[in-house]
């Protein structure tokens, strides 16, 4: 980047730039998917296929940056599945460049985030080992490893954030720490989101506490499901609480960038 571009990004982007260094290859933070479904899987369908959200849009994460749609879509015409790159974009365990997973066989955005399926390959044991994890909703959430651009980002005033318009994506990880605790979603063969463990699991909580306080709690929970049913898609996911530390180290990806 030249000095004069520099001297015409934002002193917020300026700032970002200066806390995260000259490291090429930055990790998002996981996100929770408030609406998406992280492993969908119909009877019909391979067992390992799996289903997940790596980013959502609208959530900042720790460096105050969030994505914006379409900010992948270079990285995934020019490296997707559909691609002939020499690197094209995959699906890491846990951020670990020494172990990857597969080539996903979907990666598109849509209109919740950065959305792909996959399936692990088999007969390797971390492979496998993300296909039961996520299946029993060990691990729930994802995340992805990208490089900024930094004259692709703006400074937004009115949500003191930066916006992220285009970035070099280079993988998408399952992970284990999620911004948000939540449950493991799964889609039935109506299409409908259902949870198999939700209503069990609020039981057996509820029944820890004082009996008097069991009607009282059911009736919080039924009024946050009438609140959340009635509230705009766009305020349920700006509602989201981000504030958990970022996974995973920084690793080196400038080798990817001159085999592209």
Not at 33 to 48: C, F, G, H, S, T
Not at 111 to 131: H, N, Q, S
């Amino acid at each position: 980047m030249t000095e004069k571009s520099q001297k015409s990004l934002h002193p917020k982007i300026l700032e970002l730039r200066n806390k995260v260094g000259t490291s090429p290859f930055h990790l998002s933070k996981p996100v929770e998917q408030p609406l998406a479904v992280r492993k969908i899987m119909q009877d019909d369908e391979n067992p390992r296929l799996l289903k997940m959200y790596f980013a959502v849009w609208g959530v900042k994460d720790d460096y105050g940056t969030r994505p914006v749609k379409g900010c992948f879509a270079k990285s995934i015409e020019e490296r997707g599945p559909a691609s002939k790159a020499t690197y094209q974009i995959t699906a890491l365990w846990q951020h670990n460049q020494s172990e990857p997973l597969c080539k996903p066989s979907v990666l598109r955005e849509d209109e919740i985030g950065l959305y792909a399926e996959f399936i692990p390959d088999e007969g390797i044991p971390t492979c496998d080992r993300c296909v039961i994890q996520v299946r029993s909703g060990t691990i729930n959430n994802g995340s992805y490893g990208f490089n900024y651009i930094w004259d692709k980002m703006k400074y937004n005033e009115q949500d003191d954030c930066i916006d992220m318009y285009e970035c070099n994506l280079f993988e998408i990880s399952p992970v284990t720490i999620p911004s948000q605790t939540g449950t493991f979603a799964v889609r039935g063969a109506n299409g409908e989101l259902t949870d198999k463990f939700l209503e069990e699991e609020t039981e057996d909580l509820i029944k820890q506490l004082p009996r008097k306080y069991h009607l009282e709690l059911r009736s919080l929970i039924n009024r946050h499901i009438t609140l959340a049913q009635n509230q705009p898609l766009e305020q349920r996911r700006t509602a989201l609480d981000t504030d958990k530390p970022q996974q995973g180290k920084k690793v080196d990806y400038n080798y990817l960038l001159k085999n592209l």
